[in-house]
T-cell receptor
Framework: DAKTTQPTSMDCAEGRAANLPCNHSTISGNEYVYWYRQIHSQGPQYIIH???NNETNEMASLIITEDRKSSTLILPHATLRDTAVYYCIVRDLNSGGYQKVTFGTGTKLQVIP | DGGITQSPKYLFRKEGQNVTLSCEQNLNHDAMYWYRQDPGQGLRLIYY???????QKGDIAEGYSVSREKKESFPLTVTSAQKNPTAFYLC?????????????FGPGTRLTVL
């Protein structure tokens, strides 16, 4: 799986959009971009994933650049409950067999009142 | 409600004792995983199982053992051979390891070895 690079930490004002970047410059054509988040002392929670088109669900939006070398997770109206560590992961769903998920250190998002 | 459970949430053991962490899921998922997380770090894979009666070592399997006798259960034993067992342990499951959509994680067990 390709390696990802994320900023160590970010702050966001409550009610504003939180834009979390992720660099995955070595991503291959079959690899999807996944985002998870982990609230303190809890298990990680799936947020969203995409291949090349932008995606939106009830939690967030995922914007993937045209060259697919980077992406941005957008939380449109951050709340204090969104304070968490956000992990960006890339993985190939088509290679068959076990898909190891490598969680790096992620971005620690602090939503400020 | 469907989900994945881990028990207990907090566990204390004396050094040199083996301890078994429970992980149960009622999501009918084939694949299950155990991760370890240390403070300020990401998750590291200990063991995973794609199907009943089969499991594979992850990146840091030394000092740990698992079993998968039932689809719903994937207990992890932290043995006395694990040199630094104090950590946050996370269990996860997914529908099928070949075409994984996402992993569902349990709430975790925080193990402290005194």
């Amino acid at each position: 799986d390709a390696k990802t690079t994320q900023p160590t930490s970010m702050d966001c004002a409550e009610g504003r959009a939180a834009n979390l970047p992720c660099n995955h410059s070595t991503i291959s054509g079959n690899e999807y971009v996944y985002w998870y988040r982990q609230i303190h002392s809890q298990g990680p929670q799936y947020i969203i994933h995409g291949l090349k088109n932008n995606e939106t669900n009830e939690m967030a939006s995922l914007i993937i650049t045209e060259d697919r070398k980077s992406s941005t997770l957008i939380l449109p109206h951050a709340t204090l409950r969104d304070t968490a560590v956000y992990y960006c992961i890339v993985r190939d769903l088509n290679s068959g067999g076990y898909q190891k998920v490598t969680f790096g250190t992620g971005t620690k998002l602090q939503v400020i009142p | 409600d469907g989900g994945i459970t881990q028990s207990p949430k907090y566990l204390f053991r004396k050094e040199g004792q083996n301890v078994t962490l429970s992980c149960e899921q009622n999501l009918n998922h084939d694949a299950m995983y155990w991760y370890r997380q240390d403070p300020g770090q990401g998750l590291r894979l200990i063991y995973y199982s794609q199907i009943v009666n089969d499991f594979q070592k992850g990146d840091i399997a030394e000092g740990y053992s698992v079993s998968r006798e039932k689809k719903e259960s994937f207990p992890l034993t932290v043995t006395s051979a694990q040199k630094n067992p104090t950590a946050f342990y996370l269990c996860a499951s997914s529908i099928d390891s070949g075409t994984v959509n996402e992993q569902f994680f349990g709430p975790g067990t925080r193990l402290t070895v005194l």
